[in-house]
């Protein structure tokens, strides 16, 4: 395996190391789920709240964008939201805000209790703070970007351009499970 062949990427380049795994609810299907489980597939993962006036909704737009564009490569691709938010992102509002931004296929919002939760955001060094104003979490907005094999490739950013996570996205699909 030479990395010769291999697609440059758009976003942050990663060391390939192995996502670190975690469990956590489904908030739209309430079923456990675990990161290693959609191995064998792309994953794209992101932090998010469902009452973020901004940079959650713009992840959102990209990732319904990416799976427009993919079309049948989107069936390779899983979707992941991690909450941010544990006291406000209850099902009813998982649901509420998946709905409002049209993401349903190979969509996952996992969400769990705050001690359970932070485990995860320290495992990819997100940072999540109780704000007062218009936000009430202010968040970093990395978009992890996982590789069939369950490696850790590239991190993408909300400000980034759309173009960038789907061309991103095609290469690790081209590269395959295999």
């Not at 609810?25 to 309430?30: F, H, L, N």
């Not at 290693?36 to 737009?61: E, I, Q, W």
């Not at 907005?141 to 590789?147: E, G, K, N, P, S």
Request: hydrophobic letters at 40%.
């Amino acid at each position: 395996m030479s990395a010769c062949g291999e697609d440059r990427l758009f976003g942050t380049e990663l060391e390939k190391n192995t996502a670190p795994d975690f469990t956590l609810t489904d908030g739209i299907t309430g079923k456990s789920l675990a990161l290693s489980s959609l191995r064998k597939n792309t994953v794209v993962l992101a932090f998010l709240y469902t009452r973020c006036p901004d940079v959650c909704p713009l992840t959102a737009g990209q990732f319904r964008a990416a799976q427009r564009s993919l079309g049948e490569d989107a069936s390779k691709v899983e979707f992941v939201a991690v909450s941010v938010d544990p006291e406000g992102d209850t099902p009813a509002a998982v649901r509420e805000f998946s709905d409002l931004h049209d993401l349903r296929d190979r969509w996952h919002y996992l969400i769990g209790p705050r001690a359970q939760l932070e485990s995860v955001w320290s495992l990819y060094g997100i940072g999540s703070f109780a704000s007062s104003g218009v936000r009430a979490v202010e968040h970093n907005d990395a978009i992890y970007l996982i590789d069939g094999h369950g490696r850790e490739r590239a991190i993408l950013h909300s400000s980034d351009p759309t173009s960038w996570l789907l061309d991103d996205l095609r290469a690790l699909i081209g590269e395959g499970s295999g």
